[in-house]
């Protein structure tokens, strides 16, 4: 997933903060889906909320 973002590596060294790290580019990763799918008004709309 992240090769497919541009990261070919991790940034960071011990585990808990590759798991933040990979937690982080999951997050983008679904934001980013959720913006093409519903588009950004509406999700801005229902962070907002």
Do not use: D, Q, W
């Not at 982080?24 to 907002?48: E, F, W």
């Amino acid at each position: 997933m992240k090769a497919r973002m541009g990261a070919t590596h991790f940034l960071t060294k011990t585990l808990p903060k590759v798991t933040g790290e990979m937690a982080l580019s999951v997050l983008a990763y679904n934001l980013t889906r959720v913006m093409n799918i519903v588009g950004t008004k509406p999700l801005m709309a229902a962070i907002v909320a």
